[in-house]
């Protein structure tokens, strides 16, 4: 295509030249400013036609190389399917050929554990039947043991019983002892006695086991308590307190000849231990 246009440019110039050449003549009228213009002016047409062919030979080319490319990726990509298409199929034949071998495996694993499994099924039971029979000799083992420990309890409890009977035959019961307290006014002509087992009371209620009079004594306002062979005075939460011996008190424990304050009224108190006519 490029010598087609070379040619093509050469023989337009050439005409153009022979056509100069044959108007010769006719042009010795035409000054040489005007001839030099025609000249240039068939030169660019020629030019003009010359690059015109070159510019098509030049796209016939590029169409050309376009189409090989095309064909070239074309044939590039029915072979990289058809190479991808083949080691799929080598890959799957190889994962089938694995799963067979892996299934033929675990089938022959599985063979030898129910092997394994029938004969330990069979030492199992003889090994049940043998540990039966052990439990149930040692199950009456236990049983006889168990009874003969109990009949040694039931002899060591009767043993104890009988002694606990003759403990209470030869000891005779303690007497119960009551308390007398005599309370004998010091700043005033009273003489109280109560007289208890276990607690009296003594207060301005007519409830109490002794009954003061005196306004500045609480309802309930102490008590008398007698435990281990021993007497105690103990306030109520009276609103005036309890003294004894001039001190003011919560509890305390009471001897003969103490001196106790209760509202208004001072009292000396004999204390007295009935049933066996002893003073503490």
């Known amino acids: ?43 660019a047409a020629a030019a003009l036609i010359g690059i015109l062919f070159l510019l098509i030979s030049l796209l016939v080319r590029v169409r050309q190389n376009s189409v090989l490319t095309d064909e070239v990726e074309m044939s590039e990509v029915i072979s990289d399917g058809v190479e991808c298409a083949a080691s799929e199929e ?8 694995a799963e067979e071998a892996e299934e033929s495996r675990a089938a022959e694993s599985e063979s030898e554990e129910n092997d394994v499994t029938d004969e330990a099924d069979g030492s199992d039971v003889n090994g049940e039947t043998a540990q039966e029979v052990e439990e149930a ?24 019983n009988e002694e606990m009977v003759a403990d209470t035959v030869d000891e005779p019961e303690p007497e119960k002892m009551n308390v007398r307290i005599t309370m004998t006014g010091i700043n005033n002509a009273e003489v109280k006695v109560v007289e208890f087992a276990d607690l009296a009371t003594v207060g301005r209620r007519s409830g109490n086991t002794l009954m003061l009079s005196d306004r500045a004594v ?11 062979g021993t007497v105690w005075l103990e306030d109520l939460d009276s609103t005036n307190g309890t003294m004894l011996n001039d001190e003011k008190i919560k509890r305390a424990e009471v001897e003969d000849g103490d001196v106790v304050l209760l509202g208004k009224n001072k009292f000396r108190l004999k204390v007295v231990m009935l049933n066996n006519n002893k003073q503490q």
């Not at 440019?9 to 030099?36: D, K, P, R």
């Not at 080598?90 to 050929?97: F, G, I, L, R, T």
């Open 137 to 160: 000799v040692n199950s009456d083992a236990e049983s006889i043991e168990e009874e003969n420990s109990n009949r040694a309890d039931a002899e060591e409890q009767d043993a104890e």
């Open 90 to 97: 080598a890959a799957e034949a190889e994962e089938d050929q």
């Open 218 to 228: 609480s309802g309930t306002h102490c008590r008398f308590t007698y435990s281990d």
């Open 1 to 43: 295509m490029k010598k087609l246009a070379a040619a093509v440019f050469v023989l337009c110039a050439a005409g153009c030249t022979v056509y100069a050449e044959t108007t010769a003549a006719g042009l010795m009228s035409i000054s040489q400013i005007e001839l030099s213009g025609y000249i240039m002016l068939a030169g």
